[in-house]
């Protein structure tokens, strides 16, 4: 029987995926092996950019160059000396809305990264990937704390690493208030402005601390761009940064939706007058002059220094303003013997180079404490910088005769008593001082008058004899005291003042006819303190008794005289209103025009003339050049009180 047929059997072949997965495993393993290689090589490099970052001293983050801050006598800012303008402020001193408004705007995971993001780094690959260009950075505040502290470089691939690296140590190392208060005091608000106190000091005229949530907004929105955005410079893109940052707050749940609105629809209120950059003026010229005599050598160099003084900003300027105008009308007026300043006007002049045109200086010193309130040492800071305010010296002349006249009631005279205004006769003045016939200026002669009226009208041989009467000893001893000057003659002409002094001191001089015998010693630095509030200098405000009570008051009841119906009765005409005394001074030939006096409040000097004596002009009195400038000196003190 035929052996059945068995059925073909069926060939077990090779599954068709084996030799895939077969590679997708050797693919598995070849990619493994090349990230752990890959991350062993970059931890290595991690490693080694690390190490790098351990050699900075994170120190450096805190230490900044600071602005020296000037303020007038009210405490208020009045200018800074030159460097970075930047005042560093602790972390709590700085408005949280400004830190928020920050966080919203320049790194959102801020509290939740260690120095580098992640999270942000994937994102803007992403963006700039699919987007086109580089269109958004993956920094953090952190690591832009690192780039602004320390020197690292261009933009490439080895900055980025040791930025990275040295942030992650910098969050390691600082909590984030450090970080925060490192940032926000390093970096650049635009208007010349670094950190936030300096940026809003000049935007918006207060403290950080005081900063509402519009205004941290716009300063938040300058960080990526200030001077493209600057409130000063372009409100309409500051207010639209503004409004991003108040939007992205509002989306991180920072502000409500009510905040968001009133914010909003605020307006933008900058201060467009801040001036950023130091005051250039006269007073500021010598605020660093006496800063240099009271400061040791090198506490200048570190910047951080709140430097009090005592000028009033607004009087300073209207002082200057006065010179300027008063001095244009004298040179309009017909018959002007000079060339006017206009026709200067492309001339160079060095710092201490005498000007070629009419000059003039003035100072106003605080009757209370000889604080200075004005101090204008030219006509032009920016042509010539010679302070003749200060080191100017020229012949005094007549606005030396109170000091005489205080010496005689001093030594018993009456200002009633009788003395001759004849011209000086043989026998008048001891043969010992030889031969002196001073005639007065008017070359007129009234007799016998009484004291006072010498005074009041200026005679010139009434001051002699009254000068004679007090004694000359006394009379030049009196002066030096009063720091006119250190050997002034002892002989007949120091009646008339045939000496040289300057108008700083004669002015000092004068604020004792205002307080009642006590001279003030002038200053303008009240104290400086540093970065830590140290104390380094404070002044002693010198006063020194040179007149006795009796004798000042009754100077000071004539120089009175002098404005109401003297040598100065044009001073109501000018503008002067209420009260006020003083004493005009012409010397020989009209070379110099002076007018000291005062009012309740200040005490001011007035000086006019050529930097190379010669005459101003006929007729050229201090009564008519100096007395204008001074009145408008003292009516806009007034106004700024």
């Known amino acids: 029987m035929p052996k059945p047929k068995s059925s073909p059997s069926r060939r077990k072949s090779k599954p068709a995926a084996q030799p895939r997965s077969r590679f997708r495993h050797r693919l598995l393993v070849s990619l493994i092996k090349i990230g752990v290689v890959t991350t062993f090589i ?81 994102r803007a690959i992403f963006r700039n990937l699919f987007m086109g260009g580089f269109r958004e950075g993956a920094s953090t505040i952190t690591q832009q704390l690192a780039r602004n502290s320390f020197p690292l470089g261009g933009k490439n691939l080895h900055r980025k690493l040791i930025e990275a690296a040295l942030a992650f140590r910098i969050e390691t190392e600082l909590s984030k208030e450090e970080i925060l208060e490192g940032y926000v005091n390093r970096i650049y608000f635009g208007s010349g402005t670094y950190g936030i106190e300096a940026a809003s000091q000049t935007y918006f005229g207060k403290p950080a601390s005081k900063l509402n949530l519009q205004e941290s907004a716009a300063l938040a929105g300058l960080i990526r761009s200030p001077n493209r955005f600057s409130p000063l410079n372009n409100p309409e893109g500051c207010i639209r940064e503004r409004n991003t940052v108040l939007g992205r707050m509002l989306y991180l749940g920072l502000i409500t939706n009510l905040e968001y609105e009133d914010a909003i629809a605020s307006p933008l209120v900058a201060m467009p007058t801040t001036k950023t950059s130091p005051e250039q003026n006269w007073a500021m010229d010598a605020i660093l002059r006496e800063l240099d005599l009271v400061l040791e050598s090198g506490q200048m160099g570190g910047g951080g220094l709140k430097i009090y003084t005592t000028i009033d900003g607004p009087l300073q300027s209207a002082a200057e303003k006065a010179l300027q105008t008063r001095l244009l009308q004298v040179e309009a007026q017909p018959g002007y013997p000079h060339k006017p300043m206009a026709d200067f006007a492309s001339a160079i002049l060095d710092r201490e180079k005498s000007a070629p045109y009419l000059q003039s200086a003035a100072i106003a010193l605080d009757n209370k404490t000889g604080g200075i309130r004005a101090i204008v040492g030219g006509r032009d800071y920016d042509k010539s910088k010679f302070h003749r305010a200060i080191y100017g010296k020229r012949q005094a002349g007549s606005v030396v005769k109170p000091f005489v006249y205080a010496c005689a009631f001093e030594a018993g005279m009456s200002p009633d008593e009788p003395i001759s205004d004849d011209r000086i006769q043989a026998g008048d003045i001891p043969q010992k001082y030889g031969a002196y016939d001073p005639s007065n200026s008017d070359n007129t002669y009234r007799g016998i008058q009484s004291a006072g009226e010498g005074l009041i009208d200026s005679r010139n041989t009434m001051s002699v004899r009254v000068g004679m009467r007090a004694g000359l000893d006394r009379v030049a001893d009196k002066v030096a005291l009063a720091g006119l000057a250190e050997k002034p003659p002892r002989s007949p002409s120091i009646c008339l003042g045939t000496f040289e002094t300057s108008l700083k001191d004669l002015t000092a001089a004068y604020t004792a006819f205002a307080t009642g015998g006590v001279k003030l010693q002038p200053y303008l630095i009240d104290r400086v303190i540093d970065d830590s509030g140290a104390v380094l200098y404070k002044s002693t405000r010198g006063r020194l008794p040179i007149l006795q009570p009796a004798a000042a008051q009754a100077t000071a009841a004539l120089l009175e005289k002098v404005v109401e119906r003297g040598t100065a009765s044009h001073a109501h005409e000018y503008g002067l209103t209420g009260y006020g005394a003083g004493k005009t001074g012409t010397t020989n030939n009209f070379l110099d025009a002076w007018f000291v006096g005062f009012d309740s409040h200040l005490t001011c000097g007035v000086w006019v003339g050529f930097d190379k004596p010669r005459p101003i002009r006929p007729g050229g009195y201090g009564g008519a050049l100096a007395l204008p400038i001074w009145v408008d000196i003292i009516e806009a003190a007034k106004r700024s009180n």
Do not use: C
């Open 42 to 122: 970059w931890s290595l490099i991690g490693a080694g950019y690390y190490a790098w970052a351990t050699h900075f001293d994170l120190k450096t983050i805190h230490e900044m160059n600071e602005r020296s801050v000037i303020f007038d006598h009210e405490g208020k800012y009045y200018s800074r000396l030159a460097g970075e303008n930047r005042e560093v402020v602790p972390f709590d001193k700085v408005s949280n809305y400004f830190i928020n408004a920050l966080i919203s705007r320049e790194d959102t995971r801020f509290y939740q990264h260690h120095g580098v993001d992640p999270i942000g780094v994937a």
